[in-house]
């Protein structure tokens, strides 16, 4: 029996023993939630403390999910047990259990699902499952959670696995080391999968830019990598990313707690069955949560198909009429089997209306023009073009019909290897339920509306004008009993009934009655609709636009008419009143309650829901006011100067108004300020100080203006800023002013954010005291709330760009070029540089510290003295040599000198030796804590800034923070640029694109100003072939950055008229080959002759908005080189895009694709022509639309994040089924606060798929891979690099189920998007590739598989090196398929290529080696029979006696072997005594690194919980395990 077959039968097994496959539930919709697309990564937690209670869910009954597996958002039922916390573990006890009824077992470490923030990078924040002192653990393996496939508690589960996931790689994910301890049957070679490791430092984030599969770093360090670090004693956890800093109070929980005990929240969640009873229908069931409200089912029944027409109802229970806002656990007599009728309500003109739209957007279910338009929150997505519908049906069908079933293999020939061919219309495939099932012409308000009083007194509320498809022209009263025909015509009013008279209550039946057509194909077009996957109609939390769209036809629509055309300002149907008041609704939701689950739950719902509304208003706005559709507020001023009110939103344009800017650099300033000020809001936002308060703040840049769009606060538009301002300064740093209140708030946000409380002087050289930049201004709005606002400098400057007259910067940076002057002033460090920093000198005062101590220890008379701060970075460079010879005993100077920095910081006398004192004392000093005795750096974001002094009292801690910033500068340069570079030559960092290069950058703290100096130092390394794709996508984002730069200031000068012609015309001069495109002008369609004759000599809309048509090719291409130079100090030396797509390699189409990206360019989807010299490829007509570039806050989902991050950590553990469990849960949170998509939710389900994969469960496995394409699709876009990641394991997915001809339109796709948004030479491209080939391999296609393997090698080869174990597997596969093909010479030379690379990197008697020896033994043979054949041909003819050839096709199982190869996932069976070895070596590395990071568990603990896990094993048994390819 094959490894492969194996395997699936062993992880059947195990997946019986683990889950129930969940049930699904076809009559539930459910109400969801809009949710946002999050710019940046989850940010990496702050230290771990208890001020919140830990959450431990409880079993619920078993209930069938949401068919989303969405569990809806509602407050949950809690029961708080109060439990001692003692030295054993705290049992979690069932909320149905009293205390006494249950032991609690001592349970080991590995299955209490503690996980400390020193044994990874990955941290906690409070309330998540990983206490501090007071542990709260799980009593029982098995942890009590709800989820969306909530079942009965599954058995012990047998396999219990201690994974470490080693550094692997994007593209094909280095193997993951695992013990799976369980019984093998005797006849079977013993192997389980397991899932393939992230890929080290970058596990903490949640992008679904990333490959990986979102598991923590390994307990221990890898080798090369530095030793592991204790927490920082400023309350910061070492994790460089970190963008979300927490309060300073909820540091670390109190003493008193753990001795008082800790609460336990078991949350409690009960389903039960209801039946439904709909006029006209038949009583159907509906399973529902205690939770839930009476909207909710209301909302169901509105999505359902046999329901879904009717809006105007109510529900009852006994003749008693439901409360919609209460919830079905408040209603007396509801329970299981209860029966809920559904009652027709009169209409109102609000219900008439709602119900209009409402059956306008059934009829519009399958239109994507909303999508195409970027409207409403739809987006589009292609999957189902490929899969044929949902895979779990069809995989069913597919599955038992695999072996008659033809697969048609053949690629189009654009998406075979070496294809220069990048067609654009296969982006977007036609959609077979996109063709419009016509069900009516026209469905618009009448003219006759509104009615006139002596109707209404007869209860008409509105009236309807139809056509009907058959051509019919009727008119149709709405009333307050339902709709009818009158008989009024276009042009005579008559609101008598008419003909038939037919009165309906709904106006879906009525159309039924008077329209056949409209019968039959509304009909069909609701069951179309409810069998499209949820995820492709549920809207997007914020707006996701399309770079292309095809040419769709402009239908007749009256709710969009409306909605244009009415001051509906972002006015919602269920709210009352006229506009909202966003600052009081973003406020307010801030103040909510945040102490136990459900509190923290609602709070955060509400802040998303709302910062959700809040930014397509803002973006709205904004773009009526760039349109002229919004009066100004001071309309007699300048138009640069002009500031908006619309909504209830403040508006203002990004120039530099009454120079306030001056010293900064003038509009290029004030145009930068905005986005460094929503940073500050972002960082403010995310430490969540209670009242303290920021504005509600979106970005958009639309038609090359930047508009800033703030919430406004009570009162300041009733008073002067001189009066408002009692906080900070209104003109940089001349008049300052200081408050207590503010002081004492702003403290609490000093510490995570790394800022030092000062003093500075006013211009009457008063001492003032701050903790902000000056520039921070405080308002005390007329509500009574503390405002903070203009948050632009926030972080400390950025001395790179910024000289300094006097200063000179460290050599590093002077070695570089620096300090170079940029075009304006307001350059500040990333809040990721500056955590990085900081956690980089902690590694340096331990270290200094430590080789002190020693020396003291070894009574060394010539210990090193006090180092100045000027020594800093020598001693940066010398310390970790010192501490790597020291060696292990250097990990137990750590966890003194750990001891000692408490002791001193916790002030406990003079019981310290003043020795070790000074020792901690001079640490400080060298690394530049602010504190001398303890470990604390703060930077003061007023040094250098023009215009801000210092009192001469403060003038040696300004010098010390002035070598803090250079340090800082030079740390950027000398640590995190060549820390990208090596992550990229590792290819552990794999961007495809301009964006995921540059959130690459960002997540190390480098801005994009930096971009040059990258490429300068990959053009420098001595890898640079390695780094070819990196370099390309450098030259790629510089280009089109530089020529966003122009294209802002070229917009500017556009009137609205000529905007297409002119967009066309500078993409002309961009992309095409055309040397001399011609502008078109605007014409004067409409101007008469005679007029026409008068103007025929003066340019229209006269001459300074037709500037733009002058450009040419040659001189933007100039101004670009120029701007490249000037802005990222990059020579590009190209004056043509053909020459620079030939120095560079690039690809016109992925040009084309950044621009239209960054500047919100909509083309039209067709083949361009880039090349043609004989006519320009764009037309006035290929340019659809120009949307906004919108940057806002991205709220989080904390407690999510911790059942996240919790579940991560037991999947480490190789506790797979546990992991499992708190990802759903954790799944169930996401969408509690998200509603159904957003992008944190992808993460989940692509882990939740990987681990049902790695447990034998592929149906469970395809559900959630297929929902995580969907939304990848939806909220980031089709063609963005993780939705091809997420294609990629899909495929592999479907392969697995036996659904071959959908695993290859899947890679295809997948491979036609990298090549559109890349081209063909990336390392990525080679992981594709090989799974391309290994399928058409396994269907017997071998030229084909040929051409792709082969191909995978060339690029293994160039990207890894000729001699690397990717390339000798490549020579394997390649191998296989001229075995198959009886081309045992070809296959012969391949095996000995691979054998040769195999001998070379790990030796003649490693396994590789000797598994590639037998099989090239056997090709040698099949060779030789071969030939020996051959000879008996030619000696004999036709009377030769021929033994035929043993060449067999290769089976699914060996197939699928080496798939799990390529991506990651390796079965390799362990003899007993290798597993022990290893579980030593796990051990010893574990007990290392938990010293030097001084864990705050206890040794004896851990070597306790790991002789348990150990003792788990049956001796004698041979165990599978994972290991590393």
């Given at each position: 029996m094959s490894w492969a077959g194996v395997c699936a039968s062993c992880c059947w097994r195990l997946a019986e023993a683990v889950l129930s496959a969940p049930a699904r539930d076809e009559e539930r919709a459910p109400l969801l939630s809009k949710t946002p697309t999050s710019e940046n990564p989850l940010p990496g937690p702050p230290c771990a403390g208890a001020p919140y209670p830990d959450i431990v869910p409880s079993d619920r009954e078993k209930r069938d999910p949401d068919p989303l597996g969405v569990q809806m958002a509602r407050d949950r039922y809690l029961q708080v047990l109060r439990v001692a916390s003692d030295a054993c573990p705290v049992a979690v006890l069932p909320a149905d259990l009293e205390p006494g009824e249950l032991a609690c077992p001592r349970a080991n470490g590995a299955e209490q699902g503690l996980v400390k923030p020193e044994a990874s990078s990955v941290g906690f924040k409070e309330g998540s499952w990983a206490g501090a002192a007071g542990e709260v653990g799980l009593a029982t393996k098995d942890p009590l959670t709800h989820s969306s496939w909530d079942q009965d508690p599954p058995?012990?589960?047998?396999?219990?696995?201690?994974?470490?996931?080693?550094?692997?790689?994007?593209?094909?994910?280095?193997?993951?080391?695992?013990?799976?301890?369980?019984?093998?049957?005797?006849?079977?070679?013993?192997?389980?999968?397991?899932?393939?490791?992230?890929?080290?430092?970058?596990?903490?984030?949640?992008?679904?830019?990333?490959?990986?599969e979102m598991l923590p770093p390994p307990p221990w360090p890898l080798p090369g990598q530095e030793l592991p670090t204790v927490m920082l004693l400023n309350g910061d956890c070492l994790d460089k990313k970190s963008e979300e800093p927490k309060e300073n109070g909820h540091g670390e929980a109190e003493p008193s707690d753990e001795a008082s005990g800790q609460e336990v929240i078991v949350i409690q969640d009960t389903g039960f069955t209801v039946k439904i009873s709909v006029p006209g229908i038949e009583t159907f069931s509906l399973q529902v949560s205690p939770q839930e409200m009476v909207q909710e089912i209301h909302q169901v029944l509105m999505d359902r198909e046999d329901t879904?027409?009717?809006?105007?109802?109510?529900?009852?229970?006994?003749?008693?009429?439901?409360?919609?806002?209460?919830?079905?656990?408040?209603?007396?007599?509801?329970?299981?089997?209860?029966?809920?009728?559904?009652?027709?309500?009169?209409?109102t003109v609000r219900e008439a209306r709602i119900h209009v739209r409402h059956i306008r957007d059934l009829l519009k279910s399958l239109d994507p023009s909303d999508a195409f338009n970027g409207v409403d929150c739809n987006s589009l997505s292609f999957l189902s073009v490929f899969t044929d519908g949902d895979l779990g049906d069809s995989g069913k069908r597919k599955k038992k019909g695999i072996e008659m079933e033809p697969i048609d293999c053949t690629p189009p020939e654009h998406i075979l290897p070496g294809s220069k061919d990048r067609p654009l219309c296969a982006l977007q495939p036609q959609n077979r339920d996109w063709k419009p099932l016509q069900c009516l012409k026209v469905l618009t308000m009448s003219g006759w509306n509104p009615p006139p009083g002596n109707r209404k007194m007869h209860g008409d509320l509105m009236y309807l004008f139809v056509i009907t498809a058959e051509d019919r022209h009727v008119s149709i009263t709405a009333s307050t009993r339902g709709f009818y025909l009158n008989q009024s015509t276009a042009y005579n009013f008559n609101p008598k009934p008419a003909s038939p008279r037919f009165l309906s209550h709904s106006l879906v039946e009525l159309l039924n009655q008077i329209s056949p057509t409209f019968k039959k194909n509304f009909a069909l077009l609701q069951k179309k609709r409810v069998q499209r996957h949820p995820f492709e109609r549920i809207a997007t939390p914020f707006q996701v636009y399309s770079w292309t769209a095809p040419q769709v036809e402009h239908a007749m629509d009256c709710v969009r008419a409306e909605d244009a055309y009415t001051s509906r300002l972002g006015y919602e149907e269920h709210i009352p009143g006229q506009t909202r008041d966003w600052n009081e609704e973003l406020q307010t939701t801030r103040e909510l309650p945040r102490k136990n689950l459900p509190e923290r739950l609602l709070r955060e719902r509400a802040i998303f829901k709302v910062h959700s509304d809040f930014t397509a208003a803002a973006t709205r706005g904004a773009m009526a006011v760039i349109d002229g559709n919004v009066m100004a507020i001071n309309p007699s001023e300048e138009t640069k100067m002009q500031m908006f009110i619309w909504n209830n939103i403040f508006f203002s344009l990004g120039f530099d108004v009454r120079d306030h800017y001056k010293d900064f650099g003038g509009d290029v300033a004030a145009y930068v300020a905005p986005t460094n000020d929503l940073n500050g809001v972002r960082t403010y936002n995310a430490v969540d100080v209670e009242g303290l308060y920021t504005l509600g703040t979106v970005v958009v840049d639309y038609r090359g203006y930047r508009v800033t769009a703030?919430?406004?606060?009570?009162?300041?538009?009733?008073?002067?800023?001189?009066?408002?301002?009692?906080?900070?300064?209104?003109?940089?740093?001349k008049t300052v002013v200081s408050h207590p209140r503010y002081l004492e708030l702003l403290e609490k946000t000093s510490r995570p954010l790394k800022i030092q409380r000062h003093r500075v002087l006013n211009d009457r050289d008063e001492e003032v005291e701050l903790c902000s930049s000056v520039e921070c201004k405080g308002i005390i709005g007329n509500d009574g709330r503390h405002y903070i606002l203009d948050l632009l400098r926030t972080f400390p400057p950025d001395l790179n760009f910024l000289p300094v007259a006097g200063e000179e910067l460290p050599e590093d940076c002077r070695r570089a070029g620096f300090p170079k002057p940029h075009r304006h002033k307001l350059c500040c460090l990333r809040q990721e540089l500056v955590d990085a920093f900081v956690e980089h000198r902690y590694l340096l005062f331990m270290k200094l510290a430590a080789i002190q101590l020693m020396q003291q220890k070894a009574n060394r008379v010539d210990s090193p003295g006090p180092l100045e701060n000027g020594a800093s970075e020598a001693g940066a460079s010398e310390a970790p040599e010192a501490v790597e010879a020291v060696g292990e005993e250097g990990a137990s100077g750590l966890a003194k000198v750990k001891e000692l920095a408490e002791t001193i910081a916790s002030d406990s006398g003079p019981a310290v030796d003043p020795k070790s004192r000074e020792v901690i004392q001079n640490a400080c000093k060298a690394v530049g804590s602010v504190s001398s005795t303890s470990f604390d750096i703060r930077f003061n974001p007023d040094i250098f800034s023009p215009g801000v002094r210092f009192p001469e009292s403060c003038q040696d801690e300004v010098r010390d923070q002035k070598q803090l910033l250079k340090d800082a500068a030079a740390f950027l340069l000398s640590c995190q640029i060549p820390g990208l570079v090596k992550d990229c030559t590792d290819h552990t960092v794999l961007p495809m694109d301009g964006a995921t290069l540059a959130e690459a950058m960002h997540q190390r703290g480098i801005n994009i100003r930096y971009l040059g100096k990258v490429l300068d130092f990959v053009l420098r390394s001595p890898a640079r072939p390695q780094l070819d794709h990196i370099y390309k996508i450098g030259i790629s984002e510089l280009i089109t950055r530089s020529a966003k730069h122009i294209f802002k200031t070229y917009l500017q000068g556009v009137e609205l008229s000529g905007l297409s012609a002119a967009i066309s015309h500078f993409l002309n001069c961009f992309l095409s080959s055309f040397p001399n495109p011609v502008a078109h002008l605007p014409a004067d369609e409409l101007v008469s002759k005679k007029k026409n004759k008068r103007r025929k000599n003066r340019p229209p809309g006269g001459a300074d908005n037709t500037a733009w048509a002058v450009m040419t090719p040659q001189e933007l291409w100039k101004d670009i080189c120029q701007e490249a130079k000037n802005y990222f100090d990059f020579n590009l030396e190209c004056e043509t895009v053909d020459q620079a797509v030939e120095t560079f390699g690039l690809q016109k189409i992925t040009l084309l694709r950044e621009i239209s990206l960054k500047t919100g360019i909509q083309i039209l989807l067709k083949e361009y022509s880039f090349d043609s010299r004989h006519k320009p490829a764009f037309t006035e007509e290929d340019v659809l639309n120009i949307f906004p570039v919108v940057k806002h806050v991205n709220p989080k989902a904390s407690d999510a994040f911790h059942f996240f991050q919790s579940g991560q950590a037991k999947v480490q553990q190789g506790f797979l089924k546990e992991g499992c469990e708190l990802i759903t849960e954790a799944l169930n949170l996401f969408n509690n606060v998200y509603g159904a998509m957003h992008v944190e939710i992808c993460a989940c389900l692509r882990l939740l798929a990987r681990l049902h994969y790695i447990m034998g469960d592929y149906a469970e496995a395809l559900s959630n891979q297929q929902k995580a394409v969907l939304m990848s699709e939806r909220v980031l876009g089709i063609e963005h690099p993780n939705t091809i990641q997420e294609y990629m394991h899909l495929a592999l997915y479907c392969f697995a189920s036996s659904q071959l001809s959908t695993a290859l339109s899947l890679l295809y796709r997948a491979r036609y998007l990298l090549l559109l948004v890349f081209g063909e030479d990336h390392p990525e491209m080679a992981l594709l590739d090989n799974n391309i080939g290994l399928v058409l391999h396994g269907v017997m296609e071998y030229e084909l598989a040929l051409r792709f393997l082969e191909n995978a090698l060339t690029i293994n080869a160039k990207y890894h090196g000729a001699k690397s174990l990717k390339v000798a597997l490549s020579h394997h596969l390649v191998a296989r398929v001229y075995e198959s093909k009886a081309e045992f010479r070809s296959a012969l030379q391949h095996e000995k290529e691979g054998y040769t690379i195999y001998k070379s990197q790990l030796g003649e008697n490693h396994e590789k080696t000797k598994e590639s020896s037998d099989y090239l033994k056997c090709l040698t043979q099949q060779a030789v029979a071969l030939q020996r054949t051959m000879n008996e041909i030619y000696r004999n003819g036709s009377s030769a006696n021929i033994v035929p050839l043993k060449v067999t096709a290769p089976s699914m199982a060996s197939v699928l072997e080496q798939l799990h190869i390529i991506n990651g996932i390796l079965f390799i069976p362990l003899s007993q005594k290798d597993l022990e070895n290893l579980k030593a070596e796990v051990v010893r590395r574990h007990q290392l690194q938990e010293t030097s990071k001084a864990a705050m568990r206890d040794s004896d603990a851990a070597t306790e919980s790991r002789e348990e896990a150990e003792s788990s094993l049956v001796p004698g048994d041979d165990p599978p395990t994972l290991s590393s390819v």
């Open positions: 058995n012990k589960l047998e396999a219990e696995s201690q994974i470490s996931p080693e550094q692997g790689e994007w593209g094909a994910p280095e193997t993951d080391l695992a013990c799976i301890r369980r019984p093998c049957m005797p006849q079977e070679e013993p192997s389980s999968p397991t899932a393939p490791g992230p890929h080290g430092d970058e596990s903490s984030e949640l992008p679904e830019q990333k490959r990986e879904c027409h009717r809006t105007c109802f109510s529900l009852q229970l006994d003749g008693n009429v439901l409360d919609n806002f209460s919830e079905l656990r408040t209603i007396e007599g509801l329970e299981e089997g209860s029966m809920l009728r559904v009652v027709e309500e009169p209409y703030q919430s406004i606060i009570p009162g300041i538009l009733e008073r002067e800023q001189e009066q408002s301002v009692i906080y900070g300064s209104i003109d940089f740093g």
